[in-house]
C-alpha cells in the first residue's frame, strides 16, 4: 500500500466525488479526514468503513469552507492527529443556475468561496507542513467548466477557471519542494451537485427533465455518458504516486471528450 502512512484531507466528502477519493486514498492504507454536511449517522457510517478499509484512521471534521479559522483549524488537527497533512484534495463545491442578471449575489459569494476561495486558505495552511516533510500532493476538483464555459454559470465558471490559475501559480511555488500540485477537471458526473441542478436548468431554459440530462448534460460529452466518481478517484490515486511526480501544474481532463472539440 502506497499511501500507508501519509495522511489525507478531502474537503467536500461526506458523498459524491469527495467520498469516492476517501475511499481510494483509504484502501491504498492512507489515514483520511473527511469533510462536509450531512446526516450525522450516515456520515458516521461512512467514516467507520473508511476505517475498516484502510487499517488506519478516518476521521470527520464539519469546518465550513466559507470559514478560513475553520479551514485553518482542520489543516491544523489533522496535523496534530494524523500527521501532514501528506495529501489534501480541495472538492467541496456548490453550484447555482441563473442568468447574470438574475443571479442572487448571496449565491455569487457563496460559489466563490467555497469552490475556490477555500482552496486557496487550504493550499497555505497545508504547505507549511508539506514543505518540511518534502513531500506533498495537492489535487482541486475543477471541472471542464475550468477550460470552457456554459451559459448561466457565471459564478461556477469564474470560479473554476481560478482554481486552475491557482493551481498552476502554486504548482511554480512548491515545485522544488517534492510537492505536486495538480487540477482534475471531471465532465458531468452524476453526483448530487449535478442532480441538484437540473431543476435550475429545467426553469432557465424551460426544458423537461429528460432534455436537461440528454440535450445539456450528455450533449458536451461525445461518449453520451456520465464520467464516474469512481474514475476521478482513480486519477487522483494515481497522482499520489511516485510514477506521477513529474506531473504538476496541470489541468487534467476527464470529461468523455467535451473539451477536446
Not at 164 to 180: C, D, R, S
Not at 186 to 193: A, D, K, S
Not at 203 to 217: C, E, F, K, M, P
Request: net charge negative.
Amino acid at each position: 500500500m502506497f499511501l500507508k502512512g501519509k495522511s489525507a484531507i478531502i474537503t467536500g466528502s461526506t458523498s459524491g466525488i469527495g467520498l469516492d477519493y476517501a475511499k481510494a486514498f483509504a484502501a491504498d492504507g492512507a489515514s483520511v479526514m473527511i469533510n462536509g454536511f450531512g446526516d450525522a449517522d450516515a456520515i458516521e457510517k461512512e467514516r467507520a468503513a473508511l476505517e475498516a478499509s484502510s487499517g488506519a484512521t478516518a476521521l470527520y471534521d464539519a469546518a465550513d469552507m466559507t470559514k478560513p479559522d475553520e479551514i485553518a483549524a482542520l489543516v491544523a488537527r489533522c496535523h496534530a492527529e494524523l500527521g501532514g497533512p501528506d495529501i489534501i484534495v480541495n472538492n467541496a463545491g456548490i453550484q447555482h443556475v441563473a442568468a447574470i442578471e438574475d443571479f442572487p449575489p448571496d449565491k455569487f459569494e457563496a460559489i466563490i468561496k467555497i469552490n475556490l476561495t477555500s482552496a486557496w486558505y487550504m493550499m497555505r495552511a497545508a504547505v507549511p507542513h508539506m514543505k518540511e516533510k518534502k513531500w506533498g500532493r495537492i489535487i482541486s476538483t475543477a471541472s471542464a467548466h475550468s477550460l470552457v464555459a456554459s451559459p448561466n454559470k457565471t459564478a461556477y465558471v469564474m470560479a473554476k477557471h481560478g482554481l486552475a490559475g491557482l493551481t498552476k501559480t502554486v504548482a511554480l511555488e512548491v515545485a522544488t519542494f517534492g510537492i505536486t500540485v495538480n487540477a482534475i477537471s471531471p465532465g458531468y458526473v452524476w453526483t448530487p451537485l449535478v442532480e441538484h441542478q437540473i431543476p435550475d436548468t429545467m426553469a432557465s431554459r424551460g426544458l423537461t427533465r429528460d432534455q436537461v440530462i440528454n440535450d445539456v448534460l450528455l450533449d458536451a460529452q461525445p461518449t453520451k455518458e456520465f464520467v464516474t466518481s469512481e474514475q476521478v478517484a482513480a486519477l487522483a490515486l494515481y497522482l499520489c504516486r511516485d510514477e506521477a511526480k513529474s506531473i504538476t501544474g496541470a489541468n487534467l481532463s476527464i470529461d468523455g471528450g467535451w473539451t477536446a472539440a
